[in-house]
């Protein structure tokens, strides 16, 4: 159990990322490359990516373990771009090197020597990691970087929307399914027993695309405080469909429609636009499922938008 402990500072200073964050996916892809989980959403990408996973991504890998514990170096805060995030990688002190990589072997992984010559100060080293991070960006992320930004801000979407209705209360209640908000503590099912108290440093919620189940932070309580988690979204390399199941229950148009909603909530004109049916369809099934209570409504201007509950979620979930 991960527990992140607020002061009423902090939540004053919750924030959530203003884009992808390339380091964060870098990372979170290639567990999803070794990891059997999530076959389904990546499982094509997978594929794809393993055939063109070079020299530089294995040493990458090499540093990263499928399970368990990453160096907290290979992560930095708040990069925008590879490069930004390959810089600060360059940039890290010696110090937090040699800390995160014995953390590394503390955690009983194997530590490849090269590595252990980066903490031991060779700078040559770092750089041949650097240019192993830009190379394995460049084979496995960055040809579906702008849907990666796409679906991500979606998803962003609904927690400022969650943010601004109900403020950092309603925001902390509805992150993920496996976060509890129980005030002042926020609850995250977690591998190991980890305490983080932010002591009003406010803390950066990161959805991730290619995060799946169990959100993370940092191992060194002293780096900015984060949450990464996952994101509720169908496999990027086809159109979203419900699985047969919800099909089966719902009806397959209504199934559609409760799924593309929880990819990212829509008014009524732009529901009806990505499922490619009527407006008069659309706004029919929008209210069946919200009488069911598996989606909610509210007026913005002109339009109502449509955005999926806890129960629609677990609905989809189930099917």
């Given at each position: 159990?991960?527990?992140?402990?607020?002061?009423?500072?902090?939540?004053?200073?919750?924030?959530?990322?203003?884009?992808?964050?390339?380091?964060?996916?870098?990372l979170?892809?290639?567990?999803?490359?070794?990891?059997?989980?999530?076959?389904?959403?990546?499982?094509?990408?997978?594929?794809?990516?393993?055939?063109?996973?070079?020299?530089?991504?294995?040493?990458?890998?090499?540093?990263?373990?499928?399970?368990?514990?990453?160096?907290?170096?290979?992560?930095?805060?708040?990069?925008?771009?590879?490069?930004?995030?390959?810089?600060?990688?360059?940039?890290?002190?010696?110090?937090?090197?040699?800390?995160?990589?014995?953390?590394?072997?503390?955690?009983?992984?194997?530590?490849?020597?090269?590595?252990?010559?980066?903490?031991?100060?060779?700078?040559?080293?770092?750089?041949?990691?650097?240019?192993?991070?830009?190379?394995?960006?460049?084979?496995?992320?960055?040809?579906?970087?702008?849907?990666?930004?796409?679906?991500?801000?979606?998803?962003?979407?609904?927690?400022?929307?969650?943010?601004?209705?109900?403020?950092?209360?309603?925001?902390?209640?509805?992150?993920?399914?496996?976060?509890?908000?129980?005030?002042?503590?926020?609850?995250?099912?977690?591998?190991?027993?980890?305490?983080l108290?932010?002591?009003?440093?406010?803390?950066?919620?990161?959805?991730?695309?290619?995060?799946?189940?169990?959100?993370?932070?940092?191992?060194?309580?002293a780096?900015?405080?984060?949450?990464?988690?996952?994101?509720?979204?169908?496999?990027?390399?086809?159109?979203?469909?419900?699985?047969?199941?919800?099909?089966?229950?719902?009806?397959?148009?209504?199934?559609?429609?409760?799924?593309?909603?929880?990819?990212?909530?829509?008014?009524?004109?732009?529901?009806?636009?990505?499922?490619?049916?009527?407006?008069?369809?659309?706004?029919q099934?929008a209210?069946?499922?919200?009488?069911?209570?598996?989606?909610?409504?509210?007026?913005?201007?002109?339009?109502?938008?449509?955005?999926?509950?806890?129960?629609?979620l677990?609905?989809?979930?189930?099917?």
């Open positions: 159990m991960l527990k992140i402990h607020f002061t009423d500072a902090d939540l004053e200073r919750v924030t959530i990322a203003a884009d992808a964050d390339p380091m964060w996916e870098l979170t892809s290639s567990y999803r490359i070794r990891r059997p989980e999530g076959e389904v959403l990546f499982g094509h990408w997978r594929r794809e990516s393993r055939s063109a996973v070079s020299e530089a991504g294995r040493l990458l890998m090499s540093a990263v373990p499928a399970y368990g514990y990453c160096p907290d170096f290979l992560t930095p805060a708040g990069t925008r771009s590879i490069g930004d995030g390959v810089a600060a990688v360059l940039a890290t002190p010696e110090r937090a090197l040699t800390a995160d990589i014995a953390e590394l072997a503390t955690q009983g992984a194997r530590v490849p020597s090269w590595l252990r010559r980066v903490a031991d100060g060779d700078a040559w080293q770092l750089r041949r990691l650097g240019v192993a991070l830009h190379d394995y960006y460049q084979q496995c992320v960055a040809s579906t970087w702008s849907r990666i930004r796409q679906v991500v801000a979606h998803d962003r979407l609904r927690l400022r929307s969650n943010l601004s209705r109900g403020g950092p209360q309603l925001l902390l209640s509805t992150l993920h399914p496996d976060i509890t908000w129980t005030p002042p503590v926020l609850r995250v099912r977690f591998p190991v027993e980890q305490d108290h932010l002591n009003g440093r406010g803390l950066r919620v990161i959805p991730t695309f290619f995060g799946h189940g169990t959100p993370t932070t940092y191992k060194d309580p780096m900015s405080p984060v949450l990464v988690q996952s994101l509720l979204h169908q496999r990027f390399d086809h159109d979203a469909e419900p699985g047969s199941s919800l099909a089966a229950l719902l009806g397959r148009t209504r199934a559609r429609v409760l799924v593309r909603i929880a990819i990212s909530q829509c008014n009524t004109g732009k529901l009806a636009e990505l499922i490619n049916i009527s407006p008069a369809t659309a706004s099934h209210s069946v499922l919200r009488a069911s209570g598996l989606i909610t409504s509210y007026r913005a201007g002109k339009e109502q938008v449509h955005e999926v509950t806890e129960l629609g677990s609905v989809i979930r189930a099917g």
